[in-house]
């Protein structure tokens, strides 16, 4: 393992590929690999990039590459897509719209699967966001998979969240309803050559003005709803690309600016240190209960209502944690 | 205990616009529960090993209708031969003639599946040929 972690920090692609693939099998020992990689992580802006299936994520996100190359940054791209909860299979064709980049050195596309997750992104992007993070490439995308109203686990891991909204899916309730509405930095009208753009956006603005401080203390910054239209018409959607680079750029500047970074690293980080202490003290204690066929003792009394959860849970955790 | 997942990049090489087939076959390899990256068609064997080292994929499956296999086929092998990934397993199928087969065979194609290859037998084929790495 520490021989990966090595190769990852000289910049080696194929090993950082599987270092991730290791995080995503759950690779026993992998921590130690992490453990030499965690210290030099934290320079990257991180970007997440949000919404429906067929918003047009990864056309945007392959766009929003070039933007970004054309500015001088490397990009890293965590691309999610579901896993079949039949199958554990899954089908990843995110990259297939950025091709054009494959061979560019300066950029690493990564694509995952869900695994099970239901947040919108799988457990291993926060650990894949440092391995990208060590290959020191400065803008990190990621991208979730198609989402409804309240996949909102990327708020966890980006500094800037993108949420891509495109006309016809609903009248403006849905623009008031929580989850999903809320957590956007930036909100992106894409397709918006198409009918009732104007509407959505009209709708999305009105519902932006409405918010008193303009989301999650990060008083000031006043969300913008860009317009990006037809993708068949290259010149005028590289531009609106470009022009959300800057809003995205302008967004971490007034994070930094405004002492707000720091409290954005503060909820990433709980979230990594909550996770780091199920898989070090549950899911140790899981693996027991199942190896030795306890947990099927312990179900069969819930059935039978011998005992209930918490009893239970409480009787495992005395034995567990002295 | 190994909860390994076999990481399958399915690509068309060339200028062979012809993806119906392989999209079946991704779908085959999604039921079965590999994870499949798609990159459809009119690719180069330099994306297609590019790709395949940021994806650590275990297999390569490339598709041709157009003929050109010969050409494109072992240059992908080469390329990630090259970069050191011989552990990489690369198939192919297609329309590709028997007098065709022995030369890929010796450039390093694993296996080749034609026209009235079974979807079970693909699966099955990289069950029995293709152990995810440690």
Redo the contacts between chains.
């Keep these: 393992m520490k021989e990966l972690s090595k190769k990852v920090l000289e910049g080696d692609i194929r090993a950082a590929s599987r270092l991730i693939r290791n995080l995503e099998d759950q690779i026993p020992n992998t921590y130690i690999a992490m453990q030499e990689i965690f210290g030099k992580t934290g320079n990257a802006h991180v970007v997440g990039i949000t919404g429906a299936p067929g918003a047009g994520k990864s056309t945007l996100t392959d766009e929003l590459i070039c933007a970004y190359r054309k500015k001088g940054d490397t990009v890293g791209v965590l691309a999610v897509d579901p896993t079949s909860p039949f199958s554990g299979g899954a089908l990843l064709g995110d990259r297939i719209r950025m091709l054009r980049h494959a061979e560019d050195t300066g950029v690493f596309i990564r694509s995952l699967a869900t695994r099970g997750a239901m947040g919108g992104i799988s457990k291993a992007v926060g650990e894949a966001i440092h391995v990208m993070d060590v290959l020191k490439k400065s803008k990190i995308i990621v991208e979730t998979v198609g989402v409804g109203q309240q996949e909102v686990d990327i708020i966890n891991h980006a500094h800037t969240v993108a949420v891509v909204l495109v006309p016809g899916m609903g009248d403006e309730i849905q623009a008031l309803k929580a989850g999903l509405m809320e957590i956007a930095d930036i909100f992106i009208i894409n397709k918006a050559d198409r009918d009732g753009a104007g509407k959505l956006y009209k709708e999305t603005l009105n519902m932006v003005n409405m918010s008193k401080d303009n989301k999650n203390g990060a008083q000031g910054w006043r969300i913008p709803v860009l317009l990006v239209e037809s993708v068949l018409e290259p010149i005028k959607f590289a531009e609106s690309v470009e022009a959300l680079r800057d809003k995205i750029d302008e967004h971490y500047q007034y994070l930094i600016d405004n002492d707000l970074l720091s409290e954005r690293m503060r909820r990433k980080t709980t979230a990594e240190l909550n996770e780091a202490l199920w898989g070090t003290i549950l899911q140790p204690i899981l693996k027991d209960l199942h190896a030795d066929g306890e947990i099927n003792r312990l179900v069969d009394k819930l059935l039978t209502k011998a005992s209930d959860p918490y009893s239970l849970a409480a009787e495992v955790a005395s034995k567990y944690m002295k | 205990m190994?909860?390994?997942?076999i990481?399958v990049l399915l690509a068309k090489p060339g200028l062979d616009g012809h993806d119906r087939g392989a999209r079946v076959i991704?779908?085959c390899?999604?039921?079965?529960?590999?994870?499949?990256?798609?990159?459809?068609c009119h690719?180069t064997p330099?994306?297609i090993a590019?790709?395949a080292?940021?994806?650590?994929v275990d297999v390569v499956g490339l598709s041709c209708l157009s003929g050109a296999h010969n050409y494109l086929f072992p240059q992908v092998a080469k390329l990630l031969q090259d970069?050191g990934?011989n552990d990489i397993t690369v198939i192919g199928g297609g329309i590709i003639p028997e007098k065709d087969m022995a030369g890929l065979y010796e450039a390093g194609i694993k296996e080749i599946f034609t026209p009235g290859a079974t979807l079970d037998s693909l699966v099955e084929w990289i069950n029995n040929n293709v152990n995810p790495?440690e």
Excluded at chain 2, 29 to 40: H, N, S
């Design positions: 190994s909860n390994r997942k990481r991704a779908r390899f999604r039921d079965a529960g590999f994870e499949v990256i798609y990159t459809g690719q330099e994306m590019a790709v080292l940021q994806e650590d970069k990934a790495k």
